[in-house]
Structures are given as structure tokens and as C-alpha cells.
């Protein structure tokens, strides 16, 4: 015999009227559940979420000049700027997670420019400043840079010296909230900065330097298989006692930064075959008058190949290191 569903021959219509409505009931309460559904998945994708997720959380001190919305774009490797401030030296650094650096400041006169920098690039503080000795050419622009600019943490090398721009550095320091901190070189001496990329300290040493140049940390600067070599103002011999206190595979860099602003007393031969590097970029104001960079010294590089920039001719210069390659870019 069939069976047929419909068949209520012996359902009693209060029964039936019963199963009925149970089916509304169970329909009502499905389509109530599927709206409950519907509801809290739109609340969950559209916006329950904290709002410190959807902040900008632009790493180090790089913010989007204005406080728009989306982050800046952070470079595709280690950024290094030679800021062209006249007579004197300067470097800008940032790393590719953001982190920012400054390696010395030039004369005092030379703030403006380096202000002016910094807020173009959307640079509102520095996790590092080093000045690599404290000659007026390299401490000037710090006076005002530790005044306006929140720090992380301060170095320079423990050689006091006896002028009136290392005064007020100090009182300038003593007033801000940055650390300070002068390490000097050792068999592995290190500043802390960003921890895709290693600064070493390849000097100075504590011992007593007749040339006050030599008090200047060198610096090597590295990111993957490309690097900087910051010779500060370091003279020939403070190369020489470097040279024979580290290895010599920790000189090698893609890129030298001339000693005292391409001066003949430094860049000696022994050094610049220890470093091997393809550019060389010389930090040196328009007419010094002391004749730098030395005709020599521009002769040498030129004869082994050596891609020579220069602040005074070519302005500020900016190399992009991505780890493998080297390229100096646009960086206005
Ligand atoms: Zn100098």
C-alpha cells in the first residue's frame, strides 16, 4: 500500500491544528535565528574591531607629514642621505622598518637645512644621533637638532673637547630627556638600532691621540650584504691603529665616506684597499678654502675605479642599500 503523508484519516482536527501550528512556530524561530546570524557577522566584519588596529602604527619616529591616515612609505631597504650643509658633515639614516639615525650635524648655520629635511620627510624624532667627534663642523647643527627633536639615545666618543659648541651640546643634552652613551671601539662594540641592521664601532680606542680627528668613530654601517664605512674625520693613523685593532673583513663596504672631508692626511692607500669600496661619497663645503677634497686623493679613486660624489657639487646625496645592491637615488 502507498503511503501517503497526507493521509490524516486519523488525526483529529485539534491535532492537526496543533501540528500547524508547531510549523509556524519552528519556521518563525528558524528565520529569527538565521537574522540573529546575519546581524553578528555583519557586526563582527564591519568594524567591532579595537580601534588601535586600524590607527597608523608607523614604526620609529616617521610620521605622515599632516597626520593622514595611511603610513608613509617606508623604503625598500637602508636609506642614507649625505645632507649637503657647507663645510662640515652629515648623515641621514632610515632603516626599512623605519627607524631613524643622524651621524653627526654639521656647522651651526646648518640646522635649517637639516630641519628642514627631516619634517619634508615626515621624520618627527631620532632613535639615534651620533656625532662622531666634537669638532664645531660635525656639533654645530646638534645644538638645536637635541632641542627640537626627541632622541632616543646619544652618542659620542669620551674625548672632551675645549670649545664653546661642545658646551652648549652639553647643556643642550643635559636639558633633553635623550640617554646618552659613549662606547668606545672593542673587539665587538655595537650600537643598538635597528635589528635588521649592525652598527660597529671600529674606533676610537682608549688611548691618547695627539690629532684630535682621531677621536672620531668609524663606523661601519651594514644591511644585508651592502654597507657603509663612516670614517668621520679620522686622519692616516687613526685608520693605521683601527686597522691593526680589528679584522680587516670589517672594513670592507660598498661605500666609504671620505675621512676629513677628502683631506690628504687621510684616505691612505692601505685604507682604501682595505675597504674596497665602489662609491665614495666626500661630505665638503663649496670654496672651504682649505683646497679640499685634495686633487691627489680625487686622482686615486678616479684611477681604481671609484664613483666619486661630492655635497659641494652634486648637493645631497642619497644611496639606497637593499641588502644586495647599492644605487643612489632621488630623495628630494
Ligand atoms: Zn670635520
Given at each position: 500500500m502507498e503511503y501517503d503523508d497526507n493521509d490524516v484519516g486519523n488525526v483529529s482536527p485539534e491535532e492537526r491544528a496543533q501540528r500547524k501550528r508547531n510549523r509556524i512556530f519552528l519556521?518563525?524561530?528558524l528565520f529569527l535565528f538565521l537574522i540573529l546570524l546575519l546581524a553578528a557577522l555583519f557586526w563582527?566584519?564591519?568594524?567591532?574591531?579595537?580601534?588601535?588596529a586600524t590607527t597608523n602604527s608607523s614604526p620609529g619616529f616617521v610620521q605622515t607629514p599632516g597626520a593622514a591616515p595611511s603610513p608613509s612609505p617606508l623604503p625598500k631597504g637602508l636609506i642614507?642621505?649625505?645632507l649637503d650643509v657647507g663645510q662640515g658633515d652629515c648623515a641621514f639614516l632610515q632603516s626599512p622598518s623605519g627607524k631613524t639615525m643622524?651621524?653627526?650635524g654639521g656647522p651651526e648655520n646648518?640646522?635649517?637645512t637639516i630641519d628642514r629635511f627631516l619634517v619634508s620627510h615626515g621624520v618627527a624624532g631620532l632613535d639615534v644621533v651620533i656625532a662622531t667627534h666634537l669638532h664645531t663642523d660635525h656639533i654645530g647643527g646638534l645644538i638645536q637638532i637635541v632641542d627640537a627633536y626627541p632622541i632616543g639615545e646619544f652618542y659620542y666618543p669620551p674625548f672632551d673637547a675645549e670649545n664653546e659648541t661642545y658646551f652648549s651640546l652639553r647643556d643642550a643634552l643635559k636639558e633633553s630627556q635623550a640617554a646618552a652613551a659613549s662606547p668606545?671601539?672593542?673587539?665587538?662594540?655595537?650600537?643598538?638600532?635597528?635589528d635588521a641592521i649592525e652598527v660597529r664601532v671600529l674606533a676610537p680606542y682608549?688611548?691618547?691621540?695627539?690629532?684630535?680627528n682621531d677621536t672620531s668613530y668609524i663606523l661601519r654601517v651594514t644591511y644585508g650584504n651592502t654597507s657603509v664605512l663612516f670614517a668621520g674625520?679620522?686622519?692616516a693613523l687613526g685608520e693605521k691603529l683601527a686597522m691593526k685593532a680589528q679584522p680587516n673583513h670589517y672594513f670592507h663596504a660598498d661605500v666609504l665616506k671620505i675621512g676629513h672631508h677628502g683631506s690628504s692626511d687621510s684616505t691612505s692607500e692601505k685604507f682604501l684597499e682595505t675597504v674596497q669600496p665602489s662609491i665614495a661619497v666626500i661630505s665638503v663645503g663649496k670654496d672651504n678654502g682649505y683646497g679640499l677634497p685634495d686633487a691627489e686623493l680625487l686622482e686615486r679613486l678616479s684611477k681604481q675605479g671609484i664613483k666619486v660624489y661630492r655635497t659641494d657639487e652634486d648637493g645631497t646625496v642619497t644611496l639606497l642599500l637593499d641588502g644586495t645592491n647599492v644605487t643612489v637615488i632621488e630623495y628630494p
Amino acid at each position: 500500500m502507498e503511503y501517503d503523508d497526507n493521509d490524516v484519516g486519523n488525526v483529529s482536527p485539534e491535532e492537526r491544528a496543533q501540528r500547524k501550528r508547531n510549523r509556524i512556530f519552528l519556521v518563525l524561530a528558524l528565520f529569527l535565528f538565521l537574522i540573529l546570524l546575519l546581524a553578528a557577522l555583519f557586526w563582527f566584519r564591519s568594524g567591532a574591531l579595537p580601534s588601535s588596529a586600524t590607527t597608523n602604527s608607523s614604526p620609529g619616529f616617521v610620521q605622515t607629514p599632516g597626520a593622514a591616515p595611511s603610513p608613509s612609505p617606508l623604503p625598500k631597504g637602508l636609506i642614507v642621505s649625505f645632507l649637503d650643509v657647507g663645510q662640515g658633515d652629515c648623515a641621514f639614516l632610515q632603516s626599512p622598518s623605519g627607524k631613524t639615525m643622524l651621524i653627526d650635524g654639521g656647522p651651526e648655520n646648518a640646522f635649517s637645512t637639516i630641519d628642514r629635511f627631516l619634517v619634508s620627510h615626515g621624520v618627527a624624532g631620532l632613535d639615534v644621533v651620533i656625532a662622531t667627534h666634537l669638532h664645531t663642523d660635525h656639533i654645530g647643527g646638534l645644538i638645536q637638532i637635541v632641542d627640537a627633536y626627541p632622541i632616543g639615545e646619544f652618542y659620542y666618543p669620551p674625548f672632551d673637547a675645549e670649545n664653546e659648541t661642545y658646551f652648549s651640546l652639553r647643556d643642550a643634552l643635559k636639558e633633553s630627556q635623550a640617554a646618552a652613551a659613549s662606547p668606545l671601539a672593542g673587539a665587538d662594540t655595537r650600537i643598538p638600532w635597528d635589528d635588521a641592521i649592525e652598527v660597529r664601532v671600529l674606533a676610537p680606542y682608549d688611548t691618547v691621540y695627539s690629532d684630535f680627528n682621531d677621536t672620531s668613530y668609524i663606523l661601519r654601517v651594514t644591511y644585508g650584504n651592502t654597507s657603509v664605512l663612516f670614517a668621520g674625520d679620522a686622519t692616516a693613523l687613526g685608520e693605521k691603529l683601527a686597522m691593526k685593532a680589528q679584522p680587516n673583513h670589517y672594513f670592507h663596504a660598498d661605500v666609504l665616506k671620505i675621512g676629513h672631508h677628502g683631506s690628504s692626511d687621510s684616505t691612505s692607500e692601505k685604507f682604501l684597499e682595505t675597504v674596497q669600496p665602489s662609491i665614495a661619497v666626500i661630505s665638503v663645503g663649496k670654496d672651504n678654502g682649505y683646497g679640499l677634497p685634495d686633487a691627489e686623493l680625487l686622482e686615486r679613486l678616479s684611477k681604481q675605479g671609484i664613483k666619486v660624489y661630492r655635497t659641494d657639487e652634486d648637493g645631497t646625496v642619497t644611496l639606497l642599500l637593499d641588502g644586495t645592491n647599492v644605487t643612489v637615488i632621488e630623495y628630494p
